[in-house]
């Protein structure tokens, strides 16, 4: 019963600094983001949403090779990641990127990730490919999110930033 009550409250520990981090990452203070969301993780590796968001703090404080680290962690076991948000982004138009030629000749194929900052403005901010694929597929990705056409999450009647998680598939038949 102990155990129990110990193992809950660390969780919620973790839940509390990854709330806390994501708020400060929306109102610009990307260093307290980064502390409290570095905290979220340390108690709760597995806390996908923590290392997302401090992977975006990471990229909004230059660090991309910590960003690149905190991103592939939010990806373990990737089944995506929800806010606790009245309404969700919705994606209305994302185009397919194209294969290149030179891709194509050397029979690439496989998945581009990004992680794409969703902005309370209905603008993209920052695109970040941490999955790559050579012979310009991944840059022709970071072309075609950028014109992601979308709706900004909500919470309450506010409009919020919000990053997620974007694939992109290669595959030749």
Not at 19 to 38: K, W
Not at 98 to 106: E, K, P, V
């Amino acid at each position: 019963m102990v155990v129990a009550l110990f193992t809950l409250s660390v969780f919620a520990q973790s839940d509390v600094s990854r709330d806390e981090g994501i708020a400060a990452y929306r109102s610009g203070d990307f260093d307290r983001a980064a502390s409290s969301l570095q905290k979220a993780v340390k108690t709760d590796e597995s806390n996908k949403l923590a290392w997302l968001y401090l992977g975006a703090a990471f990229v909004k404080l230059g660090k991309e090779k910590e960003a690149s680290v905190a991103f592939k962690n939010s990806l373990v076991d990737y089944k995506g990641t929800t806010e606790n948000l009245d309404q969700d982004v919705k994606v209305g138009l994302k185009q397919r990127a194209q294969y290149t030629d030179q891709a194509r000749q050397n029979q690439v194929q496989g998945t581009v990730r990004v992680v794409v900052e969703f902005g309370a403005d209905g603008k993209i901010g920052f695109i970040f490919p941490f999955q790559t694929l050579p012979d310009g597929l991944t840059g022709n990705v970071v072309n075609v999110a950028k014109l992601i056409q979308f709706e900004p999450a909500k919470s309450g009647n506010h409009a919020v930033t919000t990053v997620k998680v974007e694939s992109y598939n290669f595959n030749i038949y």
